[in-house]
């Protein structure tokens, strides 16, 4: 169901409140027509997940915007001599993009991936041993390549059921981080559908920029989320945005660093606001002193 029909489905405009979903939900059930049957469930239902699962994508886009959580320090090393061949290969599709400065893989390149990640898979499917010993490695490779294995972290995540409760135990919070960018991946599909809050804004950034175009209609904070959520989590992906969108947008005042953000604006005053409150409590502070010094003037006297 694209999200626009969700909301449109449930009578209320987009909105991250998940009370609001269940209150319009339940208001939907109790007005459904009872010669909907089976069919109207199903599509109420499929319209309360998918508005619930776009306001939960909302939530987290504060976390991209933020640098990623750090992974473990040093080379990978498998540390296994019984993994299969496959594990080697897709170490050495990576090797060869880290030694030519490539930020992402070539076509081929993905399609060699994904064959090495259905013999991974499929070794993983021979015996409990074989399915740990699989999870604990793709879990480092991914964390150890980042931008170059974004590609297997989608096939890892539903294999592994690294969101179900049967997960491996996480001790090095590496789950964690593999989560904040699988939840990046689903958001950057999210917004190429219609009837996403930020929709506009990719439109903007994708669409062709002929000479004297300014900017389009759209949120300046949902451009630079956008922007920033390519670049913490998928930063191939910023191939598909067209340079001279993302040229008009150099200088949005949405982002956080801009000078004229209203964040920084509201951090200026409030520094003012603190200075003067400490040059106020000087001046009493010289004024108490001043008097005390007056006082023992006229006892000494």
């Known amino acids: ?68 959580p750090t992974g473990p320090a040093g080379p990978f090393d498998p540390g296994q001599a019984a993994l299969p061949p496959a594990i080697g290969q897709l170490n050495a599709l990576f090797e ?8 992402w893989l070539s076509a081929e390149e993905k399609l060699a991936l994904r064959g090495a990640w259905a013999a991974i898979a499929d070794w993983s499917g ?24 974004v590609g297997l972290v989608p096939f890892a995540v ?22 904040w960018r699988y939840r990046g991946i689903q958001f950057l599909q999210r917004v190429r559908r219609p009837g996403h809050p930020h929709h506009a804004a990719w439109v903007e950034l994708t669409s062709d920029a002929g000479p004297g175009v300014g900017r389009g ?21 910023e191939g598909e945005l067209n340079p001279g969108r993302v040229a008009l947008w150099a200088n949005n005042t949405a982002n956080p660093a801009h000078p004229e953000n209203p964040k920084q604006e509201s951090k200026l005053l409030r520094n003012i606001g ?23 003037g006229i006892i000494g006297r």
Request: charged content about 30%.
């Open 217 to 237: 209609r759209c949120s300046p904070r949902h451009v630079h989320e956008i922007q920033a959520v390519i670049r913490h989590v998928w930063p191939e992906m």
């Open 126 to 149: 021979e015996g409990e041993e074989e399915r740990r010993a699989a999870d604990r490695v793709v879990r480092g490779l991914i964390l150890h390549w980042r931008a170059w294995a």
């Open 274 to 296: 603190m200075a003067i409150a400490a040059l106020i409590v000087i001046r009493l502070a010289f004024g108490v002193f001043a008097g005390l010094l007056a006082m023992l």
């Open 158 to 179: 539903d294999h592994f059921d690294w969101t179900g409760p049967g997960q491996v135990p996480d001790e090095e919070g590496l789950i964690a981080d593999i989560l």
């Open 96 to 103: 060869a993009a880290l030694r030519e400065d490539r930020r």
């Open 1 to 68: 169901m694209v999200e626009r029909e969700a909301w449109e489905r449930l009578g209320i405009k987009w909105t991250r409140d998940a009370a609001v979903i269940r209150i319009a939900c339940a208001r939907k059930l109790k007005t459904a027509d009872a010669g909907a049957g089976a069919a109207g469930l199903l599509t109420l239902r499929a319209a309360y997940e998918d508005a619930l699962a776009s306001a939960r994508g909302a939530d987290d886009i504060d976390n991209w915007l933020e640098a990623p």
